[in-house]
């Protein structure tokens, strides 16, 4: 009888170590700063916030999809570059929309729900068709 586990390479979870230490570290430092109102607060600690929950939310989910697709085996050899570049896409995302979303007042609701949104998508996306007819 043979049992059928993932192969995974402990140097690759050193390597990915970082970004989940640099993650759980500012979810402890930004945390006081999810709570309060923005009239508070400066622009440069909004952009922090809006940066780190959006940079969290691609990380986040690119770790659900990758619990998700145990089964594919691309994901299985290449998880490692997969969470980098997720990571790095997310980071150039949510630095765009940090600059934008500060010319708007009030925005800590949009930035919560896109960040909701952004978790939703990049998780299930396996499930989701690869391709859509359209007639």
């Not at 709570?35 to 691609?58: G, M, T, Y």
């Amino acid at each position: 009888m043979h049992y059928h586990t993932t192969n995974i390479s402990f140097v690759g979870v050193i390597q990915t170590l970082p970004l989940i230490i640099i993650a759980v570290y500012y979810s402890e430092k930004l945390a006081s700063l999810i709570n309060q109102p923005e009239h508070n607060l400066e622009k440069s600690k909004i952009f922090a916030r809006d940066l780190f929950v959006l940079n969290f939310s691609f990380l986040f989910a690119c770790l659900l999809s990758l619990v998700f697709s145990y089964n594919n085996s691309d994901a299985k050899g290449w998880w490692l570059l997969v969470i980098y570049f997720i990571t790095l896409y997310g980071l150039l995302f949510s630095i765009c929309f940090s600059t934008i979303a500060l010319l708007i007042k009030n925005h800590k609701t949009y930035t919560i729900i896109f960040s909701f949104i952004i978790t939703v998508l990049v998780s299930i996306g396996q499930f989701l068709p690869r391709y859509i007819v359209i007639p």
